[in-house]
Nanobody, 121 residues
Framework: VQLQASGGGLVQAGGSLRLSCAASGRTFSSHGMGWFRQAPGKEREFVGTINWNSGSTVYSNSVKGRFTISRDNAKNTVYLQMNSLKPEDTAVYYC???????????????WGQGTLVTVSS
């Protein structure tokens, strides 16, 4: 699976942004897709996942209620809609193929190149 994340940029606090992750290749081999983020000097942080078939989602507590993950199976694309953004959401956001076994980094592979989201106060 090859992944390409896009849609990052600069936004003011309280604003919204939508990220996209286009998948190509053996997408059927993954259970779903996940989003992570990594702020400068910090470890990569789990954001959420979506199951390719059922569309069920799981979110971290830090983004629950503000972020929404969706997918378009016909386009092999997953989206991360981010609302009510906060300065602490500033990070490089990554998408990755999810094995379905858990939510830690080893359960994800084929990481995309990342897209930078900057939230100004």
């Amino acid at each position: 699976v090859q992944l390409q994340a896009s849609g990052g940029g600069l936004v003011q606090a309280g604003g919204s942004l939508r990220l996209s992750c286009a998948a190509s290749g053996r997408t059927f081999s993954s259970h779903g897709m996940g989003w992570f983020r990594q702020a400068p000097g910090k470890e990569r942080e789990f954001v959420g996942t979506i199951n390719w078939n059922s569309g069920s989602t799981v979110y971290s507590n830090s983004v629950k209620g503000r972020f929404t993950i969706s997918r378009d199976n016909a386009k092999n694309t997953v989206y991360l809609q981010m609302n009510s953004l906060k300065p602490e959401d500033t990070a490089v956001y990554y998408c990755a193929a999810w094995s379905g076994s858990g939510y830690s980094v080893p359960n994800f592979q084929s990481w995309g190149q990342g897209t930078l989201v900057t939230v100004s106060s």
